[in-house]
DNA sequence: GCGTTCAAGACCTCCGACGTATCAGGTCAT
DNA sequence: ATGACCTGATACGTCGGAGGTCTTGAACGC
């Protein structure tokens, strides 16, 4: 195994072991370089990987520190990786939100507080009517982001938010092509708000499907 | 922005936008590296990084390449970051595969091929009766992989094995210190296959429900 | 035809130097 | 005494070059 990628394992394993913990600081580049036996070159290049990936935050004139290793930062990355797939694998990832995001918003119809539903109500009363096709599209990433948050998880949170991404495009582009595409969305998005204030999950979690399926059908009749 | 960041990102426009597509060959890394304008240290840094998430594939001595781009290859890296969460949230990642374990279950009882439940039959025999836990473990986790495998959607595939690793210590755990999790766990294998078999995605949904419920509830009453 | 040898090509590692950003401490004017 | 400002130390950022190691494929000999 490479040097780089034995540094990469020795660091992994100093955080996991928690011999560094969330925040701590490493070692300056030449010392960490020194202890783990490998050049200031090859060491940058571990470091890099794994600040790629958010684990370490590198800080030009400060340090280099153990990122807080939240599951929100870390699944951040992959939005990243997400972004390399091409769009005939559109559908799976779609499919796979047709699964979690109308679990997550049915666990959100118990959990979420009367503030955030508030937060989301005044969401949608400010995007008005008739918005544009890009207001709509990041307002709908946004009332999605607001629902599952309320869910109380997390991991699934940030996993729905990664998968969200790639399908941004496709909804821009059906915005533009279907005529009825932002009336629905806007209808079905205050039919799921209306059950959430409710708290009826299985009502939330059909709309949520309704609202999903929807756009996958129409994915799956023009690709 | 960093050089190195720049680079990262230029590659990764070169990938998303086409010009390089998957099994390429980038320019040797002192081409590369005077294209964009960086040195060729600089340059390896984001190699090396976009490698670590499996984008590129580089080997010593004869070049750097674009991977397939699979969605099973790109989140195989969600393991590597998954191994990072402490077992705090262990709990979180055990509701999101009990959202989707069920749900690959029950797209499998439609789906998955004649081959496919023999060799999940013969697996099962194989193991025997009273199996050593690391056995059991090691089975279960192939057992729920062939499954999903089953429901034709790779990145749901991916996406549950990435989530599975983490639980895994947990599992093995609970194999040591609960008495009849072993028999538990082999019955509900049976149980899950039976279903299968019979094309019952309601039966197959619920069995796998119950057995990812008993491993959420056994963990929520220890931790 | 087949196995071996060898040289070219490409990545791997290291070194030393200099540039740049950050932070802490001291200085000086208010 | 307090605040802004300056300055040095510190640590990351970037670079160019020099060998080293591995893979590949062609040339060679059997």
Redesign the pocket.
């Known amino acids: 195994?490479?040097?780089?990628?034995?540094a990469i394992e020795k660091i992994k394993s100093m955080i996991v072991s928690g011999a560094l913990r969330p925040g701590d600081?490493?070692?300056?580049?030449?010392?960490?370089?020194a202890d783990l036996?490998?050049?200031?070159?090859?060491?940058?290049?571990a470091?890099?990987a794994l600040?790629l990936i958010r684990i370490l935050d590198?800080?030009?004139?400060?340090?280099?520190y153990v990122t807080s290793l939240d599951p929100q930062l870390l699944l951040e990355a992959l939005s990243f990786v997400v972004d390399f797939h091409r769009d005939d694998t559109v559908l799976e990832f779609l499919a796979v939100r047709r699964i979690l995001e109308p679990a997550a918003t049915a666990m959100a119809a118990s959990r979420i507080s009367e503030q955030q539903l508030d937060a989301l109500t005044a969401q949608l009363d400010r995007l008005g009517d008739t918005p544009s096709v890009e207001d709509l599209v990041a307002c709908d990433l946004e009332f999605h982001r607001g629902i599952v948050h309320g869910s109380g998880n997390s991991v699934l949170c940030s996993l729905l938010d990664g998968l969200s991404g790639p399908t941004t495009r496709a909804r821009i582009w059906r915005g533009l092509t279907q005529e009825d595409a932002v009336a629905r969305t806007l209808r079905e998005h205050r039919a799921i708000l209306a059950a959430l204030r409710d708290r009826d999950a299985e009502a939330a979690r059909s709309w949520a499907t309704v609202h999903i399926a929807s756009v996958e059908q129409w994915l799956r009749s023009t690709l």
Chains 1, 2 share one sequence.
Do not use: H, I
């Open positions: 195994m490479a040097v780089t990628d034995e600081r490493l070692p300056k580049e030449s010392e960490l370089a036996g490998l050049s200031r070159n090859s060491l940058r290049e470091v890099r600040s590198v800080r030009q004139g400060d340090g280099t």
